[in-house]
């Protein structure tokens, strides 16, 4: 189908769903995925519509998901329609006030409160029966994708075989931390573009569509080592133990704080690693170079992190081998 036809398509279909025949359509936002979000105004309210087009996105899992967290009291948007065949969901607008540009020194402490009481809602109140698991095998496919993607592709280095080592003890240390802490639902993707200042419910919660089952830490590190917005180790530390300690007390872990503070490490390590190669992907595969500016962020977190630890310390070495005095924000020509 036409960019055109979808376009008269997704048109069709909300002026259908909200019986206005003369209401119009403008760009929201684009997705990293394949998914676009559209806005229009009808009966004083203001919309958005999803469009997943079939056979690159399933909005069976949104739907799912959304539900889910709604019942547990979380505000995602409401649903007005959706048609799964067609891939057309019709939601409540949260507005654009996102948290990024939103948070500040000043302002942190605040926005970022009742997100961890949103994680803390989420583990315990939502259910993560029935969704795929994060385990081994897709941790370890998505620690690939750096080795493939920011190595080779972004930076030219090809790893040889001793190179390998120091990869894979990195890896295997991760994987360890990861199966040593309780598994939850986990959000996946819970960090200050996926997350809206609302007037009621804070916060709005969005892009949800890939919770699996996983490691208790990690939508703590996606939100308190967020690839867009860096804040000093001290203020990490104290809302990390913070919520440690509501943890404790909700039963969902008997980490101390040693012990948790090192779980948070290593899975962030798995998400920035991970990160790396998918920001180079979506510069390279997707055409969407404007995420290669976010890998110096990505990559601090990496090496200040990773040295930290002595099983992540041989590969930091060779990865700041492998970029030398290379700007990691430039593209790499073919």
């Avoid at 909300?14 to 998914?35: G, I, K, M, N, Y």
């Avoid at 419910?201 to 967020?226: C, E, H, K, T, W």
């Avoid at 998918?278 to 977190?301: E, H, M, N, S, T």
Wanted: aromatic share 10%; charged share 25%; hydrophobic share 45%.
């Amino acid at each position: 189908m036409s960019s055109t036809d979808r376009a008269d398509q997704r048109l069709a279909w909300t002026r259908q769903a909200l019986s206005d025949p003369t209401l119009e359509l403008e760009v929201a936002s684009a997705d990293a995925s394949f998914r676009s979000y559209w806005r229009t105004s009808s009966g004083g309210s203001s919309w958005i519509v999803m469009d997943a087009p079939p056979g690159r996105e399933d909005i069976g899992p949104w739907l799912d998901i959304g539900a889910r967290l709604a019942q547990a009291g979380l505000h995602t948007p409401a649903v007005r329609a959706s048609d799964v065949e067609q891939g057309f969901v019709l939601m409540e607008d949260l507005g654009d006030r996102l948290y990024l540009p939103e948070l500040d020194a000043g302002s942190a402490d605040a926005l970022y409160a009742p997100a961890i009481d949103a994680i803390l809602s989420m583990q315990t109140q939502v259910s993560p029966e029935g969704l795929p698991a994060f385990d081994e095998p897709w941790m370890v496919m998505e620690l690939e994708l750096m080795p493939e993607w920011f190595l080779r592709r972004h930076l030219g280095f090809l790893p040889e075989c001793e190179d390998w080592d120091p990869i894979e003890s990195a890896f295997r240390a991760i994987l360890n931390a990861a199966h040593a802490q309780p598994q939850c639902f986990m959000h996946r993707d819970f960090h200050s573009r996926n997350l809206l200042v609302v007037a009621d419910n804070m916060p709005g919660v969005i892009d949800f569509q890939g919770a699996m089952r996983g490691p208790l830490a990690y939508d703590l590190a996606s939100l308190l080592r967020d690839c867009y917005i860096a804040w000093p180790a001290e203020r990490v530390a104290a809302w990390c133990e913070d919520y440690r300690r509501r943890a404790v007390a909700l039963g969902l872990t008997d980490a101390g704080q040693d012990e948790f503070a090192r779980w948070f490490d290593m899975v962030g390590l798995q998400r920035h690693i991970k990160v790396l190669g998918i920001f180079c992907r979506l510069a390279y595969r997707d055409g969407k170079p404007g995420y290669l500016a976010d890998l110096p962020l990505v990559w601090q977190y990496v090496r200040d992190v990773g040295n930290r630890h002595q099983e992540i310390r041989p590969m930091i070495g060779l990865l700041e081998r492998a970029i030398g005095g290379l700007d990691v924000t430039r593209p790499r020509g073919d």
